[in-house]
């Protein structure tokens, strides 16, 4: 069965810091691998995906993640935070079978200081 | 071009009243899930419809039932709602291909008294 995990429920950052997001997931084949970031009130925006190829990939706003199949592990990364990346990040896991049943890990809440 | 949309934004609900929660999406695509979102739990699937004409459960889909009305809508109705459904819910589509994206409504936030 798929699973994820992001170990850190929430992440405090400085305005202008780098910033990374732990995903690790189990999974029996490679997996395809998501990150999707939620606004408050909001549905969730993808933020990149991956699927094959390159072990890192780039995003939308600025945002990289890198797959490490050794580590089970898809981390997410932004060299530096703005106030606008204050939001609920999600990892997920796509399943092998063609109707897309993702498994969404628990989030992780990052709040941006000034 | 709106996306996937979802009706209505909020609801209040007795125990043991039901409901339906719409959604819609104008982007042609085959298949449609529906999540609900607890604190600390991430988004858990309830039920998808892989293609027009098909539904399935997902993870939780107890208290819950689904119909896939064409192939833009698909509903979530709770037939007796408990306050153990007190959630966000969200609507998703995707084209229906292995590897491409799910795109999000904006949800719906429910609560069961």
Same mark, same amino acid.
């Given at each position: 069965?798929?699973?994820?995990?992001?170990? !850190?429920?929430?992440?405090?950052?400085?305005?202008?810091?780098?910033?990374?997001?732990?995903?690790?997931?189990?999974?029996?084949? *490679?997996?395809?691998?998501?990150?999707?970031?939620?606004?408050?009130?909001?549905?969730?925006?993808?933020?990149?995906?991956?699927?094959?190829?390159? *072990? %890192?990939?780039?995003?939308?706003?600025?945002?990289?993640?890198?797959?490490?199949?050794?580590?089970?592990?898809?981390?997410?990364?932004?060299?530096?935070?703005?106030?606008?990346?204050?939001?609920?990040?999600?990892?997920?896991?796509?399943?092998?079978?063609?109707?897309?049943?993702? +498994?969404?890990?628990?989030?992780?809440?990052?709040?941006?200081?000034? | 071009?709106?996306?996937?949309?979802?009706?209505?934004?909020?609801?209040?609900?007795?125990?043991?009243?039901?409901?339906?929660? +719409?959604?819609?999406? !104008?982007?042609?695509?085959?298949?449609?899930?529906?999540?609900?979102?607890?604190?600390?739990?991430?988004?858990? %699937?309830?039920?998808?419809?892989?293609?027009?004409?098909?539904?399935?459960?997902?993870?939780?889909?107890?208290?819950?039932?689904?119909?896939?009305?064409?192939?833009?809508?698909?509903?979530?109705?709770?037939?007796?709602?408990?306050?153990?459904?007190?959630?966000?819910?969200?609507?998703?589509?995707?084209?229906?291909?292995?590897? !491409?994206?799910?795109?999000?409504?904006?949800?719906?936030?429910?609560?069961?008294?």
């Amino acid at each position: 069965a798929q699973s994820v995990t992001q170990p !850190d429920i929430h992440i405090t950052v400085s305005e202008g810091a780098s910033l990374e997001l732990r995903c690790n997931y189990s999974y029996g084949a *490679t997996p395809y691998l998501f990150w999707y970031v939620q606004s408050p009130g909001q549905g969730l925006q993808l933020l990149l995906k991956y699927f094959s190829g390159d *072990t %890192l990939v780039q995003g939308i706003k600025g945002f990289e993640a890198e797959f490490k199949r050794s580590q089970s592990s898809f981390n997410l990364r932004k060299p530096s935070v703005h106030w606008s990346d204050a939001a609920e990040y999600f990892c997920a896991v796509g399943g092998t079978d063609s109707w897309g049943k993702f +498994q969404f890990g628990a989030g992780t809440q990052v709040v941006v200081t000034p | 071009n709106a996306g996937v949309t979802q009706t209505p934004k909020f609801q209040v609900l007795k125990t043991g009243q039901s409901m339906t929660l +719409q959604c819609a999406q !104008d982007m042609n695509h085959n298949s449609m899930y529906w999540y609900r979102q607890d604190p600390g739990m991430g988004l858990r %699937l309830i039920y998808y419809s892989a293609s027009e004409g098909t539904t399935d459960k997902g993870e939780v889909p107890n208290g819950y039932n689904v119909s896939r009305l064409n192939k833009r809508e698909f509903s979530l109705r709770l037939e007796s709602a408990a306050p153990s459904q007190t959630s966000v819910y969200f609507c998703a589509s995707r084209i229906g291909q292995r590897t !491409d994206t799910q795109y999000f409504g904006p949800g719906t936030r429910l609560t069961v008294l």
